[in-house]
């Protein structure tokens, strides 16, 4: 089936005299493609004519279903053997959002994924966590060490100042509770920078 095909189905119903796949179609001209859509906020998608909000809600969760998909571990667990194996699972989840997310990637004694956790979603450029946060979920899930992973919605892949802090601050009580920061992983629409990479670690 084609993009106009698959969003058609989505929508359902047309608008005047323009059928479903008409809608689609337009939509489709107009925006670009369904990564463009993907991308669009609840309030965005109903400035399309034909688009209300129990619609443009129906969307957007359907693109968070397919990232979530994308971005699923398999049953048999995945190891994280390097940055481009974090980039793997969270690119997907992250490219598109327009809010500063926090995750932190549990770890097994093999570096074995045993989960990832979201624990902030901030403001456009701001999304603050504290170690005791960060370390809670790890103990709670019994982690031998732990990734983290933010997105920098602006599309600027350099650390801030704060991103640097925060990473300092997580390394030490990582220390402290013996459950290792192996890394701190940004993530900039399909383009990620790795602390443990830069020597930052």
């Known amino acids: 089936m084609s ?6 189905i989505l929508i359902r119903s047309g608008s005047g005299a323009n059928t479903a796949l008409d809608l689609a179609r337009s939509i489709l001209a107009e925006h670009g493609n ?9 309030e965005e998608l109903m400035r399309i004519k034909g688009i209300g909000a129990a619609k443009a809600v129906e969307l957007v969760s359907t693109f968070e279903i397919g990232r979530r998909v994308q971005g699923t571990v398999e049953t048999e667990k995945t190891i994280i053997r ?9 690119i997907p989840r992250l490219r598109d959002a327009t809010r500063e997310m926090f995750f932190v990637l549990v770890l097994d004694s093999k570096n074995g994924l045993v989960r990832e956790i ?13 170690p005791r946060e960060v370390f809670k979920a790890a103990i709670d899930h019994r982690a031998a060490s732990v990734i983290v992973v933010h997105n920098h919605p602006s599309g600027n892949l350099e650390p801030s100042r704060e991103d640097l802090q925060v990473t300092k601050q997580l390394q030490e009580a990582g220390k402290i ?7 701190h992983v940004i993530i900039a629409g399909n383009a990620y920078a790795s602390m443990a990479e830069r020597g930052l670690l």
């Open 82 to 90: 390097s940055p481009e194996d974090v980039a793997a699972i969270m």
């Open 118 to 130: 979201e624990l902030t979603s901030g403001t456009l450029n701001a999304s603050l966590v504290h």
């Open 177 to 183: 509770v013996d459950i290792p920061l192996h890394d």
């Open 34 to 42: 369904l990564r463009g859509l993907a991308a669009k906020s609840p």
């Open 3 to 8: 993009d106009a095909e698959l969003l058609a």
